[in-house]
Nanobody, 123 residues
Framework: VTLSESGGGLVQAGGSLRLSCTAF????????MAWYRQAPGNGRELVAS?????????AEPVKGRFTISRDRTKNAWTWTVQLNSLKPEDTGVYYC????????????????WGRGTQVTVSS
C-alpha cells in the first residue's frame, strides 16, 4: 500500500490550500484517514482525522479553519483537507496517514504514511 499526497504550496496568510491523499494497493478497508504536520524543529502532530463512519477530529489550533473529508465512492481511497484562513504557524510538511486493512491480511491493520507535501504560509 502506498499513499500519495498532492496540493501543497506557498500561500499568503489568510489564504487557502487543499491537500489530497490517495491510497493505492490491495486495500480491503481503511478505518481512519488522517493528516499530520511537522514544523521545522518540531515533532509530527495530528491535524485532522476522519473515520469510515465519517467521524471527524481536529487539533485545537485548526478547528474552524480546516475541514477534512473523504470520497464516499466504494473503494475510492481518497481524502482531502481544506486549509482556510492559513497562518504562518501552519507552515510545515503535511503527511497523510491511514490505518489500513489489506486484502488477505485478515483482522490485522497496518499504518501507512505518505511522503509529505510542503505547506508554506508567508506573513
Amino acid at each position: 500500500v502506498t499513499l500519495s499526497e498532492s496540493g501543497g504550496g506557498l500561500v499568503q496568510a489568510g489564504g487557502s490550500l487543499r491537500l489530497s491523499c490517495t491510497a493505492f494497493g490491495e486495500i480491503a478497508r481503511i478505518n481512519i484517514m488522517a493528516w499530520y504536520r511537522q514544523a521545522p524543529g518540531n515533532g509530527r502532530e495530528l491535524v485532522a482525522s476522519i473515520t469510515a463512519d465519517d467521524n471527524t477530529h481536529y487539533a485545537e489550533p485548526v478547528k474552524g479553519r480546516f475541514t477534512i473529508s473523504r470520497d464516499r465512492t466504494k473503494n475510492a481511497w481518497t481524502w482531502t483537507v481544506q486549509l482556510n484562513s492559513l497562518k504562518p504557524e501552519d507552515t510545515g510538511v503535511y503527511y497523510c496517514n491511514a490505518d489500513v486493512y489489506e486484502v488477505g491480511w485478515g483482522p490485522r491493520s497496518r499504518e501507512f504514511w505518505g511522503r509529505g507535501t510542503q505547506v508554506t504560509v508567508s506573513s
